[in-house]
């Protein structure tokens, strides 16, 4: 599976930003997607995950501003992320997980958020 994310930009405080994810030569049903992000000097930390269930949860940091929605059909997965602030920069990359097979990860988008 390969998947590909894009959206990213340079946007100031406050703003919104839309990351999509999209896969190619999807054969798995993916039971789980999520999207984690590397801030400048920091570690790579989960942002928000959902089931195939529907069932969404984020990090602390971003409840109530971001939002993850999938549609399973097209193979995308989506983080719709507003109200932006500088601590949100780093790079954006999406994480689908199968059962027994394992984790697939895209190659990260940049989000700049200016103050």
């Known amino acids: 599976v390969q998947l590909q994310a894009s959206g990213g930009g340079l946007v100031q405080a406050g703003g919104s930003l839309r990351l999509s994810c999209a896969a190619s030569?999807?054969?798995?049903?993916?039971?789980?997607m999520g999207w984690y992000r590397q801030g400048p000097g920091k570690q790579r930390e989960l942002v928000a995950t959902i089931t195939s269930g529907g069932t969404a949860d984020y990090a602390d940091s971003v409840k109530g501003r971001f939002t993850i929605d999938t549609n399973r059909a097209k193979n995308v997965s989506f983080l719709q992320m507003n109200n932006l602030k500088s601590e949100d920069t780093g790079i954006y990359f999406c994480?689908?997980?199968?059962?027994?097979?394992?984790?697939?990860w895209g190659q990260g988008t940049q989000v700049t958020v200016s103050s």
């Open positions: 030569n999807n054969p798995f049903k993916i039971n789980r």
């Open positions: 994480y689908w997980f199968v059962d027994v097979v394992g984790g697939f």
